[in-house]
């Protein structure tokens, strides 16, 4: 078996090495600040989305495909789909076919998915069958339980994101909350609560982190977004005529994709709330959306399908 070989980084003399728990604890600081810098010159670089154009539109083969719920997009255009009634996760093309069915935990018979992310090459499923947050390599290999939410005496989230240092955010649906987990999975925040006044919340079914690091929920039940801070800070909530917004996901400059059940729409909307652009997806409601560069995927449900939509941009004026 051929071993990877492993990479020293060479530090400049007079650098001090730090190790242990202060060491993890300079690399992820360190991560973060190069991460926010990339990220900041890549927006800086992207002009802003302006409307959605549907491109395709493939039905999912009835014998793969049985709940679909979530889908998630991963590097080289990988396409991640969670099926609740089959028991499992699925690596799919953009034709719809199956490529490869995720392994199971050991002593677990079926998965029970009901929302994914995708870091990297790591896929984070949230599992009703263990009520766990598990950890998968992109090829479908399980590595871990990374959370028990059996252990915090809690039903399974129904909504997940995970940004670029490893922060967790989950909604507990039937608790009207959102929870947001630092790296080492301890509770930085609990925001939400039933209620229809700021901050407050109403049967969240979606959640997803903007490149500076604030969060967003699509809170279902009062047909609204809120925006809260990194540290969870209420910081704004807009409507926007929605009507059951469930998936959601943000591109690359911040401008929100929601998948709205109600009005059988994908919305495009600006980081602030603020209509773009509505794309009507027919007879069918979008359960889910996945941004990756240009693309958004559509995950549909009654018969399931995966459309495909082009993001277009405005031009860029320095050229």
């Avoid at 076919?97 to 998965?111: D, G, H, S």
């Avoid at 670029?164 to 039937?174: D, E, H, I, K, Y």
């Avoid at 998936?247 to 109600?262: I, K, M, N, Q, S």
Wanted: net charge positive; with cysteine; glycine share 12%.
């Amino acid at each position: 078996m051929r071993r990877s070989r492993r990479f020293f980084p060479r530090f400049p003399a007079g650098v001090a090495i730090l190790r242990g728990r202060r060491a993890r604890l300079a690399c992820l600081l360190l991560l973060g600040s190069l991460g926010g810098a990339a990220s900041a010159a890549a927006q800086a670089d992207v002009p802003p989305a302006t409307r959605l154009r549907l491109e395709s539109v493939v039905l999912l083969a009835g014998r793969d495909f049985i709940q679909p719920v979530a889908i998630a997009a991963g590097p080289l255009g990988r396409l991640f789909i969670a099926d609740v009634g089959r028991g499992t996760v699925l690596r799919v093309g953009a034709d719809g076919q199956v490529r490869y069915e995720f392994e199971n935990p050991p002593n677990v018979a079926a998965l029970q998915p009901v929302d994914l992310e995708v870091t990297g090459f790591r896929v984070y499923v949230l599992d009703a069958q263990s009520n766990a947050l598990l950890r998968f390599g992109d090829e479908g290999g399980f590595l871990d339980v990374l959370r028990s939410f059996r252990a915090d005496g809690v039903e399974t989230p129904r909504a997940l994101a995970v940004d670029r240092l490893g922060r967790v955010l989950v909604a507990q649906t039937s608790r009207h909350q959102v929870r947001l987990f630092d790296a080492s999975q301890g509770t930085e925040t609990v925001v939400g609560g039933f209620g229809t006044r700021p901050g407050e919340l109403s049967r969240p079914l979606g959640v997803a982190f903007a490149p500076d690091g604030s969060f967003y929920v699509t809170d279902t039940g009062n047909s609204r977004l809120q925006r809260f801070t990194a540290v969870g800070n209420f910081a704004g909530a807009f409507s926007d005529s929605l009507g059951e917004p469930r998936g959601l996901a943000v591109g690359p400059t911040g401008e929100l994709f929601v998948a709205d059940a109600g009005r059988r729409s994908v919305w495009l909307l600006g980081p602030a709330g603020g209509v773009r652009d509505e794309l009507k997806l027919g007879p069918q409601s979008p359960v889910d959306v996945t941004v990756v560069g240009d693309t958004a995927w559509v995950l549909e449900g009654s018969p399931p399908a995966l459309a495909r939509l082009r993001v277009e941009r405005a031009a860029d004026e320095r050229k």
